[in-house]
């Protein structure tokens, strides 16, 4: 099972970027997926995160400016981020938990990064 992150990019402070991350590989079934991020320094923090069925959390720096959201059909999810800081620059990190089986363990997967730059 792959993680394949995609979208990132340079932006301007006040830009927007659309970020997707798929899922490939013989899953059963994704209990949730999410977006973190490591700025340089600094250590991975979630961005934002959405359980298979329930509502999205997001941390409190990007409330308002970033959504999260599935096509469980692809076996995707998106972060559409908005306003974007020169705080918000960082290698962006997508992460699912799935089963392989249907009373199988729950496995955690975590995508290449794709890097998200924001300059004058």
């Known amino acids: 099972v792959q993680l394949q992150a995609s979208g990132g990019g340079l932006v301007q402070p006040g830009g927007s970027l659309r970020l997707s991350c798929a899922v490939s590989g013989s899953i059963f079934s994704i209990n949730s997926m999410g977006w973190y991020r490591q700025a340089p320094g600094k250590q991975r923090e979630l961005v934002a995160d959405m359980p298979t069925g329930g509502s999205a959390v997001y941390a409190d720096s990007v409330k308002g400016r970033f959504t999260i959201s599935r096509d469980n059909a692809k076996n995707t999810v998106y972060l559409q981020i908005n306003s974007l800081k020169p705080e918000d620059t960082a290698l962006y990190y997508c992460?699912?938990?799935?089963?392989?089986?249907?009373?199988?363990?729950?496995?955690?997967?975590w995508g290449q990064g794709t890097l998200v730059t924001v300059s004058s």
């Open positions: 992460k699912a938990k799935f089963r392989i089986e249907h009373w199988g363990a729950v496995h955690v997967n």
